[in-house]
């Protein structure tokens, strides 16, 4: 009787808004890979569609709930399985520390509970491919803000920081993939 190991790898990609990780996540999507896409562009998409408020330049307090309980669902769903993720749960911390706020001790607490991998992938600060869309209302410089707050709070969590460099998406995806030694 043969018995397989199961893996469960919870890859996180970070970022700032607009620096690519989404197109990576896709590109990795289409090679066949497990991936969760960003909660906080389906919550947007679905409240504008909708009508709502929880959005976050109506009501951040109720988007804040709905993405970080999408994100604990996603975090949830990628057991037993090797999966990729566009942002999670150590971003919503970084998120309220760009704002210099102090961040709950029950979000550090759930951090800690719910660990990705120990690489976490970084896009960095790519001015070229940056743009501003109906999700996505950050300029340029607040999006440096949101990557130096990532910079600063995902080591304090215990992660390494893996910085993917600039290229096509398709060399992006590959760096990932070859760095776990996935390819």
């Not at 804040?64 to 090797?82: A, P, W």
């Not at 704002?99 to 991998?117: A, G, H, T, V």
Request: aromatic share 12%; with cysteine.
């Amino acid at each position: 009787m043969l018995f397989f190991a199961v893996v469960t790898k919870r890859i996180l990609l970070t970022g700032g808004p607009g620096f690519g990780k989404s197109s990576i996540i896709f590109e990795l999507e289409r090679l066949g890979h497990s991936v969760f896409h960003e909660v906080a562009r389906e919550i947007i998409q679905s409240e504008v569609a909708s009508q709502g408020e929880a959005l976050p330049w109506i009501n951040i307090n109720k988007f804040s709930d709905k993405v970080l309980q999408g994100r604990i669902e996603q975090f949830d769903k990628g057991k037993n399985q090797i999966s990729f993720y566009d942002r999670g749960l150590p971003d919503i911390a970084a998120f309220i520390q760009k704002d210099k706020k102090e961040i709950p001790q029950d979000l550090l607490n759930l951090c800690q509970s719910k660990k990705y991998f120990e690489q976490v992938f970084i896009t960095p600060p790519w001015e070229s491919i940056f743009h501003r869309d109906e999700e996505r209302k950050e300029d340029f410089s607040a999006a440096i803000k949101v990557h130096k707050a990532i910079e600063y709070i995902l080591p304090q969590m215990g992660y390494q920081l893996i910085a993917i460099p600039m290229g096509s998406v398709k060399w992006r995806s590959e760096f990932i993939l070859k760095h776990l030694q996935m390819m």
